[in-house]
């Protein structure tokens, strides 16, 4: 089960992707949740809203979204609360970085206005020379984590997983000249999320390949098994210092391959930049020069 938000930014509507193959191939159907929710957001979630898809699906009680696959592809959560960045998860993006893997995980906050689309455009800042691409398993919160007791407890707050881009300028987050993770992270559409929110019950949200593309030509290309701190530990580790209510959006951290490691030039005007997660859906960005 796929939950997307169709239509113009800003008036989405909530509707569920239900895949079928038949004789000719796949068969995507969007159906309506306007029947149960006016939004995907965090009261929906809290509310048992994932088991009311379902059930709704099973009695058939959904109407079809005429012209879906002509509507614009919204962020699947409506905008979040909170928006909790997680660096250097990977090691081996850890040693890209110049740093050694964190005993602990290395936390950081992103206004929930930065996100967007999976499809929208993307704007690099008007004086920004480093703008980089970061593919990531983001987390959606179903109900309320603060001083969770356990990482089982943390498993059971996670309502479902999403694919997200971490566009990051590198010039503004890193030491220098008053660099500051906050200023490198905070840039108008730098989180894209999406195309779709899969429940945690349908997917294993540690074991999902994840790759990115600039251009066509591969990057990242790795796997969320490799997270030094899997989605419970970050939910549970994230509550001792937080309180995620739900609908916010943990996103995990990168694997190595970004434009960071010296390897690969930094983003440009009218570059594409694709990431996937695995089960959770491919995005795709055109970048222009914002201002």
């Not at 239509?7 to 309506?32: C, K, M």
């Not at 929930?112 to 455009?121: A, L, R």
């Not at 398993?137 to 997200?164: F, K, M, N, P």
């Not at 580790?237 to 434009?259: F, K």
Request: charged letters at 20%; hydrophobic letters at 35%.
């Amino acid at each position: 089960m796929r939950i997307v938000r169709l239509g113009e930014n800003g008036r989405e509507q909530p509707a569920v992707l239900v895949r079928a193959a038949d004789g000719h191939g796949r068969q995507d159907r969007y159906f309506s949740l306007l029947p149960l929710t006016e939004e995907v957001d965090g009261a929906f979630l809290a509310s048992g809203g994932v088991a009311k898809v379902r059930e709704a699906l099973r009695a058939g009680a959904l109407p079809l979204v005429e012209g879906a696959g002509d509507l614009r592809v919204g962020a699947p959560i409506a905008r979040p609360g909170a928006v909790v960045g997680i660096g250097m998860n990977y090691a081996a993006h850890a040693a890209e970085s110049g740093s050694a893997p964190p005993e602990i995980p290395v936390v950081f906050l992103k206004p929930s206005n930065t996100v967007t689309g999976p499809f929208d455009p993307a704007p690099i800042p008007p004086r920004s020379g480093k703008f980089d691409w970061e593919v990531e398993l983001g987390i959606v919160i179903g109900s309320e984590a603060s001083y969770l007791q356990s990482v089982d407890e943390a498993r059971g707050c996670i309502a479902g997983y999403v694919t997200a881009n971490d566009f990051s300028e590198r010039e503004y987050q890193l030491p220098g000249a008053a660099g500051q993770w906050t200023k490198g992270k905070s840039l108008p559409g730098s989180t894209p999320l999406g195309p779709w929110l899969v429940p945690a019950d349908d997917i294993d949200g540690g074991n999902l390949p994840l790759r990115s593309w600039v251009n066509g030509e591969p990057r990242q290309d790795s796997d969320t098994s490799q997270l030094i701190f899997d989605a419970p530990t970050l939910v549970h580790h994230c509550s001792q210092y937080m309180r995620l209510e739900p609908g916010d959006v943990i996103i995990t951290g990168t694997p190595e391959g970004v434009a960071l490691s010296g390897r690969f030039p930094y983003l440009q005007p009218e570059d594409v930049v694709e990431v996937e997660v695995e089960g959770l859906g491919r995005q795709r960005q055109e970048l222009f020069r914002a201002g």
